[in-house]
C-alpha cells in the first residue's frame, strides 16, 4: 500500500510541485496550505512522513511540529522543513521543536524522493 | 502682523502633512501595482505548473504505448540492434532530467512571491509611517508652546522607533539564493 505524505506550504506552484514529484515516485500526497490546515489534516488521516515549509499564514511550520510532537500519534513521524531559510539558527530551532531533517527551497525532485526513500521507504 | 503669525512653525507642519500625503499616495500606488504584478505572476506560473503536469502526464502515457507496442509485436531482427533503441532510451533519460530542471526553476516563483510579499508588507508600513507623520504635522501649530512642540516630536520619534521593530521582526524571514540549483539537504 502506498504511503502518504503530507505537504503543507501557502504556495500552491510549490505544493502542485512537490504533490507531482512524489506522485510520479508513488506516494500519496496530502496538501494543506498552512500549519493549521496542516494539523487538521494530520489528525484526520494516517500519514507517514510530514514535510512542511517554515513561513506561513496562521501558523508556521515550527508550530506545526511542536503540536504535532504533541500529538501521541505523530511523535514518531518524520517531519521534514522545506523550506527558503537556510540559516543555522533555524535549523537548530527547527531540530529542537522536533524536525528530522532540513531542506532548503528549492528541491531537485531526484533528491527529495531519495531522502524521502531514506526517511520512510 | 504679530510675531506669531511669522513663524515658520505652521508652514513646517503643513509641508511635513503634504509631503506624507503625497509620499502616501506613491506608496498606495506601489502597493497596488506590486499585488497586480502578484497576482498576474501567480495566475501564470499557476497555468504554465498545470501544462507542464498535462505535458509530462502525455509524455508517459506516450512512452508506455511504445513500450507496450514493442513488446506486443516484437522487434524485427534488424532493429533490436539498431542506434534507434538506444535513441529512445537516451530520450527517457534526458525527458527525465529536463522534468527535473523544470520542477526545480517553476520553485523560483514560491521564492519571487515571498519577496513580493515582504515588499508589499514594508511598502504598507511606509505609508502607515506618512499617515502618522501627516497627522503630527497637521496637528502643529503656531500656539504650540515649546513643551507640546516638545511632546509631538518624542511622539514622532516613538513612531519611527515602531516602524523600526517592524523591520526588525521580519529580517529574519529572508531569501538568499543567489543561483537557480537546488538548495541543501540536511537529516538530523
Redesign the interface.
Known amino acids: 500500500m502506498a504511503k502518504t505524505i503530507l505537504a503543507v ?1 501557502d ?4 505544493r ?2 512537490v504533490a ?2 512524489l506522485q510520479a515516485a508513488g506516494y500519496n500526497v496530502v496538501q494543506a496550505v498552512d500549519g493549521q490546515d496542516g494539523l487538521n489534516k494530520a489528525k484526520e488521516k494516517t500519514v507517514d512522513l510530514v514535510l512542511t515549509d517554515q ?1 506561513m499564514p496562521i501558523m508556521d511550520g515550527l508550530t506545526l511540529i511542536k503540536s504535532l510532537r504533541g500529538l501521541g500519534s505523530y511523535q514518531k513521524v518524520p517531519i521534514l522543513m522545506l523550506t ?4 543555522d539558527e ?2 537548530a530551532r527547527g ?1 529542537a521543536a522536533g ?13 527529495l524522493i531519495e ?1 524521502v526513500q ?2 520512510i521507504g | 502682523m504679530s510675531r506669531q503669525n511669522d513663524s515658520p512653525v505652521p508652514e513646517l507642519g503643513r509641508v511635513l502633512a503634504a509631503l506624507c500625503e503625497n509620499g502616501s499616495q506613491h506608496l498606495s500606488r506601489v502597493e497596488s501595482d506590486l499585488v497586480q504584478t502578484m497576482f498576474l505572476l501567480n495566475e501564470a506560473i499557476e497555468k504554465i505548473g498545470q501544462h507542464f503536469t498535462a505535458i509530462h502526464q502525455a509524455v508517459s502515457e506516450q512512452q508506455a504505448e511504445l513500450e507496450l507496442l514493442l513488446a506486443q509485436t516484437g522487434l524485427p531482427a534488424q532493429l533490436a540492434d539498431s542506434k534507434q533503441l538506444e535513441v529512445l532510451r537516451d530520450l527517457r533519460e534526458v525527458i527525465g532530467d529536463e522534468v527535473n530542471s523544470a520542477v526545480v526553476g517553476l520553485q523560483f516563483h514560491d521564492l519571487t512571491s515571498q519577496l513580493l510579499s515582504r515588499t508589499i508588507s514594508r511598502t504598507n508600513g511606509l505609508r502607515d509611517l506618512h499617515l502618522t507623520f501627516k497627522a503630527h504635522g497637521e496637528g502643529i501649530s503656531a500656539g504650540h508652546e515649546p513643551g507640546a512642540m516638545a511632546r509631538q516630536l518624542d511622539e514622532m520619534g516613538e513612531s519611527l522607533k515602531l516602524c523600526h521593530i517592524d523591520l526588525g521582526s521580519e529580517s529574519c524571514h529572508s531569501v538568499r539564493q543567489q543561483h537557480l540549483g537546488c538548495g541543501e539537504i540536511e537529516l538530523f
Open positions: 506550504d504556495s500552491g506552484s510549490l502542485q510541485m507531482f514529484s513561513n527558503t531559510e537556510s540559516s533555524m535549523k531540530k524536525a528530522n531533517g532540513w531542506l532548503v527551497k528549492p528541491f531537485d525532485p531526484k533528491r531522502v531514506k526517511v
